[in-house]
């Protein structure tokens, strides 16, 4: 058993009862997808500035092991499976369809999608494996091979809002909400629904719940 950030089993892994509050910890995602590939797209997000999909040759991403056999495959045919396949997501960023504006549906059957995703490949490097166990840490190193011939390298421990880096604060939780619920509820009630979210105490229920309803 991963006891993680827990600690193990046995009074040791009671220290800081009552005062270290793992609420403290609860994180918020960037993109749509599995927070496991979230140091993959952040990675490409850097990497790839200045090249356009068809500079790309290969992508060789190196991880713990359980994100090398949990998060790959081939192409898939619905938006809960794909939210956990690696290889897609990159392809995803790539070719400028970021899950940090969600996921489309005729994406899957999009042709140069399946081309991108064939450039990745996932790799299991054991010495990462190392930091996942001693902190849930989600290092990846991720390649980028270009058609002329340049090779870039980046390595990234922790996900972009993770706490053990700078988290997600409320101006970026507030801009995520916006960038998903204006394009279906409208700028306004999506507005008026975030005002109230953001004062939750006193929001009314039912007003709230209208505001969410679509016709």
């Not at 006891?3 to 009671?14: A, D, I, T």
């Not at 899950?99 to 995703?117: N, R």
Request: aromatic fraction near 8%.
């Amino acid at each position: 058993m991963d006891h993680g950030r827990l600690g193990p089993p046995g009074p040791e892994g009671y220290a800081g009862l009552g005062e270290d509050r793992l609420v403290t910890r609860v994180e918020f995602k960037p993109y749509a997808c599995c927070q496991w590939s979230h140091t993959i797209i952040e990675a490409l997000s850097r990497l790839a500035k200045g090249l356009v999909p068809g500079d790309v040759a290969e992508v060789d991403v190196y991880g713990i092991l359980e994100f090398y056999r949990g998060l790959g495959g081939g192409m898939l045919d619905n938006i809960d499976d794909a939210q956990f396949n690696a290889p897609y997501l990159a392809a995803l960023q790539l070719l400028g369809r970021s899950s940090e504006f969600g996921m489309s549906e005729p994406d899957l059957a999009d042709s140069a999608v399946a081309k991108m995703t064939e450039r990745v490949r996932l790799h299991h490097d054991p010495a990462y494996d190392v930091a996942q166990d001693a902190t849930m840490a989600m290092p990846v190193r991720v390649e980028i091979a270009t058609t002329g011939g340049e090779l870039r390298t980046l390595f990234i421990e922790e996900p972009p809002t993770s706490v053990q880096r700078s988290g997600f604060g409320q101006n970026q939780i507030c801009a995520k909400f916006r960038r998903v619920c204006d394009p279906v509820l409208g700028a306004e009630r999506s507005e008026r629904a975030l005002s109230m979210l953001l004062d939750i105490e006193h929001a009314d229920f039912a007003t709230l719940m209208q505001l969410f309803a679509i016709a």
